[in-house]
């Protein structure tokens, strides 16, 4: 029987390589006590469950007990093959990943033929993919780890750089975290080519709401510092090289956090503005901070020329929901547009205001 032993490559590709410590070790194991567990073949005589055991056995000319399993199909054999050896090699979460990500399709199949045995018997037209919400639970419960990882993990797989998946292998980097960043700089690639497409807005404008993408300094790091943009950021001497289209009475509202204020001033000098005052914006919850935790936001209300205004009840402090990162509250808008006339420009806005136009490079929500 021995003799007529074979391995299926396609089968042995499945598998990832045993490291050479860890072969030496099971070829000494074998050489001292034997082989304790049998190899799994198929009446063919293909190997399943075994290939480095039986390598070993050969090598040392020690004999080899065969145990025969057969399956109803293919599939099942395949799936075997996948299923034993992620029970018993000591892999990362990523290899294990890896190892299994073959089950996707396996069990996709699995539950078109069960589906079709269900059609044949009751002769309904049963939705193919009637299964296929369950089958990443599926896999994800084999392979041992959670649906929403198997899903990071395989997008990793088609975007993430080869070192970084050398780092995931190795278990150097955890899954999440680099799904995390990776998923950040991928958006701010596609927010630069998106910037080469916008249209500066014709005409001038009478009040521009301008909330820059202040730079940090720092990169973003799932593991650590969390608080970096999600978009591209602007060094200050970027943002004082914006050419904004004001009129020539026009009100111009600068926003920045409490890192940026001296910076703004002079921004605003660069923009050939006269700043009047600050409006205090009082969030609703407390965000980061290295010294102190940031409740407040500030705008910088800065002007060109004699522009008409219609102050009543309108103060230094709006109070207002903080609604998600950089996005301003509707308080806000609402107190410019009872104290501002004319034409109005959101300039890197987030979010499309009736009688606004809008202008930036970061997403817009609808």
Known sequence: MQAEVHVNPEYECLLPKLPREEYEALKLSIQNEGLHFPITINKEGVILDG??????????????????????????EKKFVIESNLLRRQLTTFQRIEMGKPLIEIERELAKERQGMRTDLTGSNINQNSDGGQVLDIVSSRIGTSRETLNEALWLMDNAPKEDLEKL????????????????????????????TIKTPEGLFDVIVVD?????????????????????EMSIEEIKAIKLPMSENCIVWLWTTNAFIHDAFHILEAWGLEAKTILTWVKDSMGLGDWLRGKTEHCILAIKGKPIKNLTNQTTAIFGKNEGHSRKPSEFYAMVESLCYGRKLDYFGRQKREGWDIYGTRELEA
């Open 51 to 76: 290939h480095n055991r039986f390598r070993i056995c050969q090598a040392l000319q020690i004999a080899v007990r065969f145990e025969i399993k057969e399956f109803a199909n293919s599939l099942l």
């Open 169 to 196: 292998r190795s278990g150097e980097r955890a899954i999440s975290n680099l799904y995390k960043e990776t998923k950040r700089f991928q958006t701010i690639a596609e927010l630069r080519q998106k910037a080469k």
């Open 212 to 232: 820059p993408a202040w730079s940090y300094g720092s990169q973003y790091n799932p593991e650590g510092r969390r608080c970096a943009s999600p978009y591209p």
